[in-house]
């Protein structure tokens, strides 16, 4: 057991590494650009199970592909929500739809 939780540590300070990285690419990038980090996020997320993680980068990877683009403000509230969704210890679709939620309230 402990040594399933010290590789969801791993996983999970890896994921924030790259996060990261996409929040210092973005500020420099259009959002469209930024489509590659996005994808191996989710990735990373899917196959180990980080299902708000997934739900969140997935919903980024569609305001990216708007033809208007994602504005900066819209890509910081993902990028928000996916550090917490991250560190989030439930994984199921209850705790991901209430992150949903709030990127979708502070847009209005």
Known sequence: MRAEQDGMMLVRA???ERLEALRR???RRPARDCGEAVIG???TAAAYGLLPVVRLAEALERAMQHPNGTAPRECALYLDRLYD????DRLDEAATEAMM????????
């Open 14 to 16: 890896d994921l924030c």
């Open 25 to 27: 690419i973005s500020a």
């Open 41 to 43: 996020i989710r990735q």
């Open 85 to 88: 969704a991250i560190g989030c």
């Open 101 to 108: 939620a709030s990127v979708f309230v502070r847009f209005s």
